[in-house]
């Protein structure tokens, strides 16, 4: 069984990097609309087996239960690594063989970039890395079985994550997809978003609040 992970943290301190072109209210606004979209995407992809959002935030449990998405609820939030470990876990409890960790700031995603990449799960323990634009980052992360090594989300978090599956002794291969690489983390992101995809509903809601004025 294939589960789908979506880690949500508090964003009342969303998207820190965007504090010099963006209010906090904003900020908020921003990752609660990309929170909507991936889970969305994730309710949509016909390849997972079952979706979850491992969080403690009340919009995400209450948006989470209006797409039917399953909702792991923690009793504290460390860090990414660390919720993500967790579900992963309790992932596995219920039922689950692989966890695809798909995080809230991909502006780009869709349920065919999710299917997609568990169309290269192979079935044998195996990890998949979609590593972040710059090449440093990850930004998706498959493991089969779900605890074959701990996550390792930060800085240089695509070699950590390489470094675990060499220990762990398993193939991991690193994938490269346009639309699951490019996060929105720093205002030089926001200006790669309007100039490349002005259409996108994100980039719409954006301009509405003047923030293509402030790059």
């Keep these: 069984m294939r589960f789908l992970l979506i880690p949500v943290k508090d964003l009342a301190r969303a998207k820190q990097r965007l504090s010099s072109v963006m209010t906090q209210g904003e900020r908020t606004l921003l990752a609660e609309e990309m929170m909507r979209q991936t889970m969305m995407a994730a309710a ?4 997972a ?18 797409l039917g998405i399953e909702v792991i609820r923690e009793m504290q939030q460390i860090s990414e690594s660390a919720s993500v470990d967790f579900g992963s876990i309790e992932a596995m409890r219920r039922g689950a063989e692989s966890v695809l960790r798909v995080p809230i700031d991909l502006p780009l995603i869709t349920s065919d970039d999710l299917d997609w990449l568990l ?41 950590h994550h390489l470094e675990e599956a060499r220990q762990a002794g398993i193939p991991c291969r690193v994938i490269e997809r346009p639309s699951i690489g ?34």
């Excluded at 935030?57 to 989470?64: C, H, T, V």
């Design 44 to 47: 949509g992809a016909q390849r």
């Design 49 to 66: 087996d079952r979706v979850a959002v491992v969080t403690l935030y009340p919009p995400a449990i209450s948006l989470a239960a209006s």
């Design 119 to 159: 169309d290269k799960d192979c079935g044998e323990p195996s990890a998949i890395l979609v590593p972040s634009r710059d090449g440093t980052g990850t930004n998706a992360l498959f493991r089969r079985p779900p605890d074959i090594f701990p996550s390792r989300f930060g800085t240089n978090s695509l070699a």
């Design 182 to 215: 490019f996060d929105l983390d720093e205002p030089e992101d926001l200006v790669e978003l309007f100039r490349r995809h002005p259409s996108l509903p994100l980039a719409t809601l954006l301009r509405g609040i003047g923030v293509d004025q402030r790059l």
